[in-house]
């Protein structure tokens, strides 16, 4: 079964930088797009950045310009970068895979906090 482990959250000051983690395993299809979401307490949940192999990757307008996401071509990891980080990016951040070439299944990670204040 596939299973996503999650890791980088916590407190940033604002204006400073954190990199969040999301390994995939158990993975038997090769048409794979990974991301991050994200939901704040009575907010929707919402797309922060998706990639997949040899593709460009999709960064949502509220982290364009400082914010980067990458997946390794080793096996399903992907990082994603966030630069100058503001009090409204507070949120939980979820891993979120999807798989099949109509993207027939999707799976989440457990959702690690990103708290961003003084």
């Known amino acids: 079964q596939v299973q996503l482990v999650e890791s980088g959250g916590g407190l940033v000051q604002p204006g400073g930088s954190l990199s969040l983690s999301c390994t995939a395993s158990?993975?038997?299809?090769?048409?794979?797009?990974m991301g991050w979401y994200r939901q704040a307490p009575g907010k929707q949940r919402e797309l922060v950045a998706s990639i997949k192999r040899r593709a460009p990757a999709t960064l949502s307008d509220f982290v364009k310009g400082r914010a980067s996401i990458s997946i390794s071509d080793a096996k399903y990891m992907v990082l994603l970068q966030i630069h100058d980080l503001k009090p409204e990016d507070t949120a939980v951040y979820y891993c979120n895979v999807k798989l099949g070439y109509q993207m027939s299944y999707e799976y989440w990670g457990q959702g690690t906090q990103v708290t961003v204040s003084s």
């Open positions: 158990g993975i038997m299809n090769n048409n794979v797009v």
